[in-house]
Each structure stands twice: as structure tokens, then as C-alpha cells.
């Protein structure tokens, strides 16, 4: 399936630079200038952007970001051809493989949070409270009953974004590993 594809070792790797692909997406068409990358205490990965989130209700009536959560593929088919080698897979598959999932952003001064267990909408999006700033994030627990007592292995994280040789201009990104609270500029 898709776990022997990268080995259990780098089985958090893969699921961040899934999770990225939104984000980058963001910085690629000039619409984020920063992007965090937080690996949190209790093993959870956090990936922020202050690019525009995706819309909250799509053309089928859903989150548009539901449907790259819960679709195979769908982030690939969301992209212009140019954008498409950023999602292998899609982020379908962090959903899949994470204890839980949260979807988080600041649209039109309001901060709202749709969350996920085990790849399924727990319910729609709520609204969490009041924001300045248009951002997104998405945060997640990869799935230790699938993956076992795994975390990001930074030095092949960091090997992996350089040869991906990302053309972003203007855009800071870096990396925060709360549990040695180092912070690694990445870009």
C-alpha cells in the first residue's frame, strides 16, 4: 500500500511534506510570505501559512478543503499542471494515517476550526472566535496504531527540501521542533 513506499522510518516525513503541499501551493502563487512548520510536545505537526485559505463552502457544497481531506487525489486535481508536482498523493492521505486532524483559518476577521478523527469530519466547520489576519493551518496527530512510536527525522526533512529545490521568492519558512526548541530556517 502506501506505507512500504517510504519506509516506516520516514512514514511523519512523508505525512508533513503531504501536509506542505497546500501551504507551498500558497507561496508558489505569490500569496504567502511565511509558512511555519511546528513539531508540537506531544508529537503533533502543525503547518501555518498567512496565504488565503481554501474556501469554506465549495462547489458541491462542502469545504473545498474537505474534499482534498477525504478524496484521493483531489489536492493533485485541485492544482494548475505547474503545481501538480507538489502533491504526490494528496493530503487525503495525512488525513488518513493522524489520530485527528484540525483545519484551522482566519477568513473576514473570523477564526474557524474543522475537525477530523481518524480521516473522518467530526462536523462542519465552527466558528472559534475573531482574527486580524487572513491564515491557515492544518494540525495533526499521525496515527501511532498504524505508524508506532514514530517522529520527524529533521536532518532527512531538511535534505528532502533542499533537493526539492523550491523557487519561492519572498516567502520565509521554517521549521520549530518545540521539544528541543530548536527553530531551523528553511527558506
Known amino acids: 500500500m502506501y506505507l512500504p513506499e517510504f519506509g516506516q522510518r520516514h512514514a511523519v516525513?512523508?505525512?508533513v511534506q503531504e501536509c506542505l503541499c497546500i501551504s507551498l501551493d500558497n507561496a508558489h502563487k505569490g500569496c504567502a510570505t511565511e509558512i511555519r512548520i511546528t513539531i508540537r510536545d506531544d508529537g503533533s505537526i502543525a503547518i501555518w501559512d498567512n496565504g488565503p485559505p481554501l474556501l469554506l463552502i465549495g462547489s458541491d457544497g462542502l469545504p473545498a478543503i474537505q474534499s482534498l481531506l477525504t478524496?484521493?487525489?483531489a489536492c493533485r486535481d485541485a492544482k494548475r499542471a505547474v503545481h501538480k508536482d507538489l502533491c504526490r498523493v494528496g493530503i487525503v492521505v495525512v488525513n488518513a494515517l493522524s489520530e485527528w486532524l484540525k483545519v484551522d483559518c482566519?477568513?473576514?476577521a473570523r477564526h474557524w476550526r474543522q475537525e477530523y478523527q481518524r480521516g473522518a469530519p467530526v462536523g462542519p466547520f465552527a466558528e472559534i472566535g475573531d482574527t486580524t489576519e487572513t491564515w491557515?493551518?492544518?494540525s495533526f496527530l499521525p496515527?501511532?496504531?498504524l505508524l508506532g512510536e514514530t517522529q520527524v527525522d529533521i536532518p532527512a526533512f531538511q535534505q528532502w527540501f533542499t533537493d526539492q529545490q523550491f523557487a519561492i521568492s519572498n516567502c520565509r519558512i521554517t521549521l520549530d521542533?518545540?521539544?528541543t526548541g530548536e527553530r531551523?530556517?528553511?527558506?
Do not use: T
Not at 531551523?184 to 527558506?187: I, P, T, W
Open 136 to 138: 491557515e493551518q492544518i
Open 184 to 187: 531551523l530556517l528553511l527558506s
Open 71 to 73: 478524496i484521493m487525489y
Open 177 to 179: 521542533d518545540d521539544v
Open 13 to 15: 516525513n512523508s505525512l
Open 106 to 108: 482566519g477568513i473576514d
Open 143 to 145: 496515527d501511532r496504531s
